[in-house]
Each structure stands twice: as C-alpha cells, then as structure tokens.
C-alpha cells in the first residue's frame, strides 16, 4: 500500500492512489470503487477495475468471520491521518443510496476513536475506542441514525484507515438495479485494483 502516492483531500486527510483514470477535479479525492455521482443517482462503470489486488487477502479473511460471511465489498477507500496537517473527518453519513448497511474500517498505525453523533441530542457523543490493528462494523443504528466523524483531537501519530464498503438493496437480488450491482461486483471481485477519481465516498452532512 505504501508503495502508492497519497493525495490531498479534505480536513488534512490525504488519499491514496493508484492510477489517474479520470481528472482530478474539485476535490482531490480518490477511491478503489466505481465513479458515481451521487447527487444525480448515476454511476459509470466503464472506470472501474476491481478492488486492489493488495487487500484481497484481508477481504477473504473478513469474510471468515461470522459477522462478515456475506461481506462483498465494492469499494475501498484508504485515508491518511497525521496530526501535523490536523486530520479529521467531520460528522457524516456515508451515503445510503449506493452503500450498503456494513461500513467496514481496518484501522492501522495508531490508536483512535470514532466519534457518534445525532443532530436531535446536541452535546451527546459516544467515542468508540478503535484500537491499532483494529476493525470496526459500523451498521444498524450507527450507521444509519448517528453520525460518524475522526476527531482532531484523537488523531495521535499516523492513520491509516482503510474503509471498505458494500452495495446497497438497490443494487442486490430483487432489487430495481441488480443487473448493475451484479456487473459491479463481479469486477469488484476481480481484485485488478486501478484506482478511480471523483468524489466516491461522498458524505452526507
Ligand atoms: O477514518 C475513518 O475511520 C472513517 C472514514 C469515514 O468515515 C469515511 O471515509 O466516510
Ligand atoms: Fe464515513
């Protein structure tokens, strides 16, 4: 993984790339994922390659576990924390359209804490420990009631996070665009690995 340059992006984070498929725009920001566009409900597939071929050892060991048999991921996203820049990540939801209920972080290098969130209960926040060499599931009601963020405050040394994340009911069996989901995730699983530009992982404030 290191062996690939970072890219700025928002909040002092810095992302990972593996080749430029499409022009870096307004935000520096790029995913292992198909290209979508969130607010208009599109998505190109043309782009996409498959996840890289580094983490397909890590997704087979996921799928090992009880909680995560049925795990497909479509899309990683590696983020790069240091406190010099003040990396954070604000509150958010990942969107619902495309991704599915299971966000699943593998959090390396240094200890930390995601942070839960709700509009309605200002001043309430539930810091869950992410501990080095640590992977967290966040779904359910934490995924899909709170709000999650990194705070600056808990960004101690360097940070990978690497985010990997799963199709929503829309795009499975039975629902309005399985043929997509289908193509998506057999590419997924090619584990090719060319990175995609774009704002993938576009969150929900
Ligand atoms: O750094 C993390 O653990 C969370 C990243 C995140 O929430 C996101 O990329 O949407
Ligand atoms: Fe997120």
């Not at 929503?168 to 090719?192: C, H, N, S, V």
């Amino acid at each position: 993984m290191e062996a690939t340059p970072w890219v700025n992006s928002q909040s002092g984070r810095r992302k990972q790339v593996v080749a430029f498929v499409f022009t870096i725009k307004e935000e520096l920001s790029f995913d292992y994922g198909p290209k979508a566009n969130f607010k208009k409900k599109k998505l190109k597939l043309g782009c996409f390659n498959g996840l890289p071929a580094f983490c397909k050892t890590l997704v087979e060991r996921m799928q090992r576990t009880e909680q995560l048999r049925d795990f497909v991921p479509v899309e990683l996203c590696d983020l790069e924390y240091v406190p010099d820049r003040g990396s954070a990540i604000d509150p958010h939801f990942d969107d619902f359209w495309l991704w599915g209920e299971r966000l699943v972080t593998l959090n390396l290098l240094s200890d930390t804490y995601l942070t839960l969130s709700k509009d309605d209960q200002p001043g309430v926040e539930v810091l869950v420990p992410m501990p080095r060499k640590s992977l967290i599931i966040v779904s359910g009601p934490a995924r899909f009631q709170w709000k999650h963020a990194i705070k600056r405050d808990h960004i101690q040394s360097r940070r990978i996070a690497m985010t990997f994340r799963e199709l929503a009911p829309e795009f499975l069996e039975g629902g309005p665009q399985e043929d997509t989901g289908r193509k998506m995730i057999d590419l997924a699983k090619t584990f090719r690995g060319v990175a995609v530009g774009g704002q993938l992982s576009l969150i929900q404030s």
